[in-house]
């Protein structure tokens, strides 16, 4: 059997209202798109969803990554989602799509892409884990925790086949240099660096015994690839669970708890990362605070058999609960750092300019 590629590539391509929500019409036309690939045989199968105002492809084929093909059916996808909402005036039509033409690949173009080749083992359980109003390093925490801690995952410390550990592979955003670390024995220096998730995120996950991808993130900063504000990259992550790898309660695990992330409103604030249901992740106080859904599915010859919508669970409520309380908390601080972000975060805002009015105003002391 031919290994099958799990492709998840989303964009934001206008908010309704503001920066709420997909317009149901935008995933029609989405979906009227992926059907017609699946017919043609591009796809071999497809899930289309929104979290907050990003859109959505989850999608299965076997052309492996950063295939010119899927990237522009993504990509096409975009671009006719934009033209409607252009027309129904969404807010920030096509905002991600940073480029005026296809180049070939979309990383780099603006929306977020996460893909991972698999070999389909006797049963292939997969989570896609997608977020709003956050940014790239959202998912350090998280996959330390499912890959490397033995208080959240307890397969490291039973389960014989997980004992050789984890290679991290950890991108620096600003030097665009990659260094792959591996637990158990690297863990401190794993930590020294992802605990900065503004400038290191985790980019795949591998089983050190024989190598297999585990987990995929989305590593791009739009920031950064425009070079200014241009909302934030809410980020998608593929982990593959069982046999050998951290269970699906095991991968959920991390998210009990609302850690905080950058994001929220304008980019440019801490919050904590609010597990829910696809249906209320609908970010609206203040613009948010972040949110994370997750679909999990299980991969039958390339088939996506799902989705199941994992957070929408009774057992997230404390955690949900705590969010609202933390974000109740970090809200009170209003401008103030540390629920605003650090000024080196604030580069990529729209502070700056307000700063360069009071430039020449600065006298000596
Ligand atoms: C966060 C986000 C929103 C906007 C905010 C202001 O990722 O996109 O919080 O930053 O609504 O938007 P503008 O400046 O377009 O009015
Ligand atoms: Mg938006
Ligand atoms: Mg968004």
Redesign the pocket.
Known sequence: MAKVTLSVIKA?IG?FP??HSVHPELIKIAEAEMAKAKKSGLLRDYCVTSCG?DLQLIMTHYHGEENKQIHKLAWDTFVKGTELAKKLKL??AGQDLLADAFSGNVKGMGPGVAEMVIDERKSEPVVIFMAD?TSAGAWNYALYKMFADPFNTIGLVIDESMQGGFEFVVHDVMEHKKVSLHTPEESYELLALIGAPGRYVVSTVNRRSDGIPAAVSSTQKLSLIAGR?V??D?PVLIVRAQSGLPALGEVLEPFSFPFIVE??????HHGPLMPCSQKTALPARF??PPRVICYGFQLADGKLEGPMDLFDDPSFDLCRQKANEAADYLRRHGPFEPHRLGLDEMEYT?LPAVLKKLENRFKKI
Not at 263 to 268: E, L, P, V, Y
């Open positions: 934001d908010g503001g920066h105002d807010y920030g109003k504000y909302g934030k809410d994001g929220w409103m304008r980019g440019s613009d948010g729209t």
